[in-house]
């Protein structure tokens, strides 16, 4: 999934490229570490057909920023884009954060990420606002995207 790839590595600090795509030990510590915060959850994305992990979803129930929940990356393998499976595990996210009762969910995606901003809003999110953010080369920017849900009481 890293691997397949390379522009999320090359934004992050926390997971390391190299020469041979990816920091092993750096994607282990990035799992660890989201395992620590009993607010976030990482969940793989599992092709139906094969049963084998073609993507992930960090996110969490409540930033400290704004109490509200937000997605922080929405990652499927190369192989399996553009093919159903980040619509299908971004609504369902949204879909489990609505049966706990958030009304809303945020996201953040880089400007010159068409593809996520595509899904985000085919998921029915919505621009709000931008932000810069600080990468490893240098600050990008990122449009700041709200899905709210009328039906959550």
Known sequence: MFRSNPEFLSLR????????GYDQTSVKQYWELAKLDPQRHLMLVVETATGAAVGLVDFVDQSPFDGLPWIGLVMIHRRC???GAGTEALNGVANHLASQGSPAVRMGVFQSDEAGLELARRC???PYGSAQVPTLETAQEV????LVREDVP
């Not at 600090?13 to 041979?20: C, L, P, W």
């Not at 449009?143 to 709200?146: F, K, Q």
């Open 124 to 126: 029915g999110f919505e």
């Open 81 to 83: 884009q553009r093919r």
């Open 13 to 20: 600090d926390n997971v390391s490229a190299t020469a041979g």
């Open 143 to 146: 449009v700041l995207l709200e």
